[in-house]
T-cell receptor, first 113, second 117 residues
């Protein structure tokens, strides 16, 4: 069974640009969550989607947005990039049922110059 | 607000040693706790998930315990190997989480483990 797949693995963008990251969950999983990981702040929750609806949201500005498609694949968009957005962005999938474990992808490394 | 602390921040041991990593959380009303491993530049690999009704979970050389009343969990690694070198993270869902918080975890800062031959 294939794991969580994130594309691309690496991205370099310039301040002010926007970027879209993609995540394909494990087959059959309906929940996709996004996290940002930085050396200073560690892992921070961005948002979660379940059956194409945003179910939870973390404390990030509106420049960070996401969506989920009918096949459960999810995209995350960051607009007007800032240097501080440089991070490893991780996607996790789960069945969405209570108490189910999260399974993470290998992440997308975003560098903003 | 749930806070998670992991001690120690870093640990270096010789191969073959048994070791314990610690995780504490401020609000004990959680329904499970998950331990992860992260290799440099990679994503997280799920190691063990302990439900609130359990006290221990075992997988191979790994054993995790959960004491909700004291807000603590430990990850025990037996007979450590150089391949165990990685960052170990624990994570909990929001306290008193209802039916819509499953994907939202609070992580500790991790313990960086180095096992040298």
């Amino acid at each position: 069974k294939a794991g969580v797949t994130q594309t691309p693995r690496y991205l370099i963008k310039t301040r002010g640009q926007q970027v879209t990251l993609s995540c394909s969950p494990i087959s059959g999983h309906r929940s996709v969550s996004w996290y940002q990981q930085t050396p200073g702040q560690g892992l921070q929750f961005l948002f979660e989607y379940f059956s194409e609806t945003q179910r939870n949201k973390g404390n990030f500005p509106g420049r960070f947005s996401g969506r989920q498609f009918s096949n459960s694949r999810s995209e995350m968009n960051v607009s007007t990039l800032e240097l501080g957005d440089s991070a490893l962005y991780l996607c996790a999938s789960s069945s969405g049922r209570p108490r189910a474990p999260l399974h993470f992808g290998n992440g997308t490394r975003l560098t903003v110059t | 607000k749930q806070e998670v602390t992991q001690i120690p921040a870093a640990l270096s041991v010789p191969e073959g040693e048994n070791l314990v990593l610690n995780c504490s959380f401020t609000d004990s009303a959680i329904y499970n706790l998950q331990w992860f491993r992260q290799d440099p530049g990679k994503g997280l690999t799920s190691l063990l998930l302990i439900q609130s009704s359990q006290r221990e979970q075992t997988s191979g050389r790994l054993n995790a315990s959960l004491d909700k009343s004291s807000g603590r969990s430990t990850l025990y690694i037996a007979a450590s190997q150089p391949g165990d070198s990685a960052t170990y993270l624990c994570a909990v869902p929001p306290a008193n989480a209802g039916g819509t918080s499953y994907g939202k975890l609070t992580f500790g800062q991790g313990t960086i483990l180095t096992v040298h031959p």
